[in-house]
């Protein structure tokens, strides 16, 4: 067993890391608290896993790791966080979104620059192969001049989901964000934003309508919608100069050329992203090579907190 590396968790995301570090040949330790779900993880990974949780292996004393990868659930990624944070782990990739609220994410961005510990939230849709085609060409053309983007869910699958208490109640920030981080990141960070919500779900009281628009610090204008209770489904498009670029679905990139209506599909080296969950190994081998490019650091994940949840109504 190797203790250079922790995996915590041993879900089923979990066992979407441990399938890209297996094919590297990546030694690594894993740490889940369940015991069915450590049974269900051997089973399908051959990997022995640490049972009892996180606090009760810190308890053993361990030899500290030089990285750490968090893939709880959603309602215990701060407190997973704190714990290697104040363990001592200097390099962490947290699960999306690392936290529940504003407070849970500011406590940990604060004591990770006590401690000097370099904390990333895992946004894999910034490594997708379209997304990686996407900003050459957007830098080939001169920058994002206008985006826009939809992040409606299925309400009516996402009801009956079992989660922890809170999970569904900030869906925005557990799921949406996917794609709100990837219209930003690709087009810049909110400076003017002017936010609308509507209507109300059983599992998400907040809302369940959602537009606004507003202007990045890169001087693009942007625009969002969605609808939690009719049909849709995630989408960008970035607008340059001379092409409109169009991810639906995601993992797919289309683009229009100025001066024609045709939408043609733009080929993707994406060979990494059918072998494993898309943006999976480019984003985990960044992660372990300490290159900072394209990952999402707990600081800027804080600073758009705000604007998330001024978009969703919390």
């Excluded at 990868?69 to 407190?79: C, F, K, Q």
């Excluded at 109300?200 to 969605?226: E, M, R």
């Excluded at 607008?239 to 100025?258: A, G, Q, V, W």
């Excluded at 060979?271 to 898309?278: L, R, S, V």
């Amino acid at each position: 067993m190797d203790n250079d590396l922790w995996l915590i968790g041993s879900g089923g995301m979990a066992l979407e890391y441990a399938k890209v570090l297996q094919a590297h040949h990546i030694a690594f330790t894993v740490i889940g608290r369940g015991h069915e779900s450590a049974i269900a993880f051997t089973k399908m990974s051959g990997m022995d896993v640490v049972e009892g949780g996180l606090t009760s292996y810190l308890h053993t004393k361990p030899k500290l790791p030089s990285k750490a990868i968090i893939a709880v659930g959603v309602e215990a990624l701060s407190e997973t966080m704190k714990s290697l944070i104040e363990y001592g782990v200097p390099n962490i990739l947290v699960e999306k979104p690392g936290a529940l609220t504003k407070e849970e994410i500011v406590s940990a961005l604060l004591l990770a620059k006590k401690n000097s510990v370099r904390v990333f939230v895992a946004y894999n849709r910034r490594f997708y192969a379209s997304t990686l085609r996407a900003l050459e060409l957007i830098a080939e053309d001169g920058g994002v001049k206008s985006f826009n983007f939809e992040f409606t869910e299925w309400g009516h699958e996402i009801q009956g989901l079992k989660k922890a208490p809170g999970v569904k109640d900030a869906w925005f920030l557990a799921n949406s964000t996917h794609v709100a981080d990837l219209a930003f990141y690709l087009g810049g960070i909110p400076t003017e934003m002017t936010t609308f919500t509507a209507g109300s779900l059983d599992w998400h009281p907040a809302a369940s309508v959602f537009s606004g628009a507003g202007k990045t610090n890169t001087g693009a204008i942007f625009s969002y919608q969605a609808n939690w209770g009719a049909p849709g489904r995630w989408g960008v498009e970035t607008l340059t100069s001379n092409y409109r670029l169009i991810f639906r679905p995601m993992e797919s990139l289309k683009i229009m050329k100025k001066g024609s209506i045709n939408i043609e599909e733009v080929p993707l080296n994406d060979e990494m992203d059918k072998q494993f969950k898309p943006g999976l190994n480019e984003m985990v081998k960044r992660f372990l090579r300490g290159q900072d490019d394209g990952l999402c650091a707990l600081e800027s994940q804080s600073q758009l907190w705000d604007i998330y949840c001024k978009m969703a109504n919390y």
